[in-house]
């Protein structure tokens, strides 16, 4: 391919530069590429301007605080920050690698077809050969993500670094997506006689909310609200659990015939739609929850209070967010009014994504110069040790956090505030993701780590024994063509529109399902020509 050619082309010139470059390397102090020389205390010389670009909001002033000034002093850096807006992180990232306006490291959403067009193209950095040597802690991170190898097959280099969900901390194996946990009401379940559990199904969910919306226990009135879902909440509660390929992460799977199917298409869907359908019919859905964006549904939970039952997500982090803003929001303690459960389908079976273990990657500019590469490294390969993941995740030792008599973190910030609220817009943690450290994070309640480590172990175990993971597949996800590209839908969007359409909903789902063949079927030839 293009990239391979691109590096034979470049092996020419390798002999040419191998003496100059041992001169420079010889004349250079410590050893560091020039630009990175280092004083006698290991500090670096001189101070270099990074660009960076994330979708971590910095408002002016928050640079000042001690925990920006702590990774701008050791590195001796000035950031030149770059905020992107989450509904405009794709298109704006394509802009400006398009144009070459890249700054010198971004977070990117990653996206196959994408990447391996910009490689082709050298519209990424392309990595030394002894990356892997120089930066151990990234290298040993970036093994863990699959995607890395397997682009290394595909370019015949490193040209990204796919970012690693889990490193040290994986929960349970195999890996699922932390999606599909919900929260409840557990004092309105009690006083209408709702047993709590550990998985419910979708119909039990949907009985949960029928009792609350009879019965009104919380006394809300007309603003109870008892499945507080938005569209995408809604597959992932309602859709998902009763279809694993219902989703676009696993549209095209291949079945057990060996053949590649979609699943928008399985009879799985059309169950979970004629659910979601009859809550929304009878009132367990909000009128206007097709309308919500971001955090609308959550709010009715943590913020007014008003609802039943709504999507968290399952991470310990998410769990105590729930708990300081009703804290803070409603004045209450949460402990004793909220229970997570997983979700299954109406059959009784688990089902999930399997994840693979990365989400998006940092790219580089194609422009950035060596010196500032690898000054970007060295701070991404502190931040991926034991040490940096203390700071990034918890602050400065005796500050922030300590350690107890038995050598285990406990940490000294107030209660119900978080690292976040005293150090806003951390945005050095470009690498490994947040996900990791909430696993062991004393800053979070023992009884919420405890509580998300539960809820991903009961997957695997679920997914397992009897359930219907949708397997990662390797060849789907990285499969690129412009067939494959017409054929990515909105699901959310599209489920919705079903279920609000007039008429017969099996009718209106069959006769959707032909009209989008057109733009599925060649995708289907494709994967099964493979």
Request: negative net charge; hydrophobic residues 35%.
């Amino acid at each position: 391919m293009k990239t391979n050619q691109k590096k034979l082309l470049k092996s020419a010139l390798v002999t040419m530069m191998s003496l100059v470059l041992l001169i420079m390397t010889a004349c250079s102090s410590g050893g560091a590429s020039g630009g990175n020389e280092k004083d006698e205390n290991g500090n670096y010389v001189d101070k270099m301007t990074v660009s960076v670009a994330s979708t971590i909001q910095l408002k002016e002033g928050q640079l000042d605080n001690e925990f920006h000034q702590f990774w701008m002093d050791k590195y001796n850096i000035d950031w030149e920050y770059n905020f992107i807006e989450w509904d405009s992180w794709g298109e704006k990232l394509r802009l400006w690698i398009n144009s070459g306006d890249l700054p010198d490291v971004a977070t990117w959403n990653y996206v196959h077809g994408d990447a391996m067009n910009y490689i082709d193209q050298g519209l990424l950095y392309e990595f030394p050969e002894d990356w892997k040597e120089r930066w151990p802690n990234v290298a040993a991170a970036y093994e863990l993500t699959g995607l890395g190898e397997q682009l290394e097959e595909l370019t015949g280099g490193t040209y990204l670094l796919p970012r690693p969900v889990y490193y040290e901390n994986k929960p349970a194996d195999p890996l699922v997506n932390q999606i599909g946990v919900i929260a409840l009401r557990k004092d309105w379940a009690d006083a209408v006689g709702f047993e709590l559990k550990d998985a419910y199904t979708t119909g039990e969910l949907m009985e949960y909310a029928r009792l609350v919306k009879e019965q009104d226990p919380g006394n809300v009135g007309s603003n109870l609200v008892p499945l507080s879902f938005n569209a995408d909440d809604a597959l992932t509660n309602m859709i998902m659990p009763n279809s694993a390929h219902s989703r676009v992460e696993s549209a095209f799977y291949k079945g057990e015939d060996g053949k590649y199917h979609w699943g928008a298409a399985d009879e799985e869907t059309l169950t979970g739609l004629k659910l979601m359908q009859e809550a929304y019919k009878e009132g367990l859905l909000n009128p206007e929850f097709y309308t919500w964006k971001n955090s609308e549904g959550s709010d009715n939970f943590r913020v007014s209070g008003t609802a039943a039952v709504t999507s968290l997500g399952g991470l310990a982090s998410y769990r105590q967010d729930v708990d300081t803003a009703m804290r803070k929001n409603l004045g209450v303690e949460s402990d004793e009014l909220v229970h997570t459960a997983i979700v299954l389908g109406d059959d009784g079976k688990y089902r999930n994504l399997e994840q693979a273990n990365f989400w998006s990657a940092l790219i580089f500019s194609p422009d950035i110069d060596d010196a500032k590469f690898e000054r970007i490294m060295d701070m991404l390969d502190y931040t991926t040790s034991e040490e940096g993941q203390l700071i990034l995740n918890m602050g400065f030792e005796g500050t922030d956090w300590e350690y107890d008599e038995n050598g285990n973190l406990k940490s000294l910030l107030e209660n119900g505030t978080s690292l976040e609220d005293k150090y806003p817009s951390r945005f050095e943690g470009l690498y490994l993701l947040g996900d990791d450290f909430s696993m062991i994070n004393p800053a979070i309640k023992e009884d919420y780590r405890e509580r998300a480590l539960t809820h991903y172990q009961n997957k695997a175990k679920l997914g397992e024994e009897g359930g219907a993971l949708a397997e990662y597949d390797w060849t789907v996800q990285l499969y690129d063509s412009k067939a494959k590209n017409q054929a990515s839908f909105d699901y959310a969007t599209e489920y919705t529109n079903l279920i609000l359409k007039e008429g017969d909903l099996e009718a209106n789902w069959r006769a959707w399902v032909e009209s989008k063949m057109s733009l599925v079927q060649p995708v289907l030839d494709e994967l099964n020509a493979l």
